[in-house]
Nanobody
């Protein structure tokens, strides 16, 4: 059983930066692929970024590539999302998620098994 808790959201101006953290419970964190997704009001949940269990591979949505960086620290059971050059269209609730499949489908929200409660990111103009 895995519990995920996000933190670090807030209100920032366009062009600013924010770093999100997600802390996982359990003893098998390093066995999970981890992802970040976001959902704005009235919109579908959207893939943002994902990282392999060892951290050796990362994946990004085209909309955030070059601006966001996903990383993980398995010793701390934590995955991060560093966000730079934020835009108003980045405004959403951001969720971290864990996937237990040994052959992950990183970009597919339906394949993730555990989800955090979300943290609000608001980017003002």
């Amino acid at each position: 059983q895995v519990q995920l808790v996000e933190s670090g959201g807030g209100l920032v101006q366009a062009g600013g930066s924010l770093k999100l953290s997600c802390v996982a419970s359990g003893r098998t964190f390093s066995s999970y692929a981890m992802g970040w997704f976001r959902q704005a009001p009235g919109k579908e949940r959207e893939f943002v970024a994902a990282i392999s269990r060892s951290g050796g591979r990362t994946y990004y949505a085209d909309s955030v590539k070059g601006r966001f960086t996903i990383s993980r620290d398995n010793a701390k059971n934590t995955v991060y999302l560093q966000m730079h050059s934020l835009k108003p269209e980045d405004t959403a609730v951001y969720y971290c998620a864990a996937q237990t499949d040994p052959v992950p489908y990183y970009r597919d929200s339906r394949r993730y098994d555990y989800w955090g409660q979300g943290t609000q990111v608001t980017v003002s103009s």
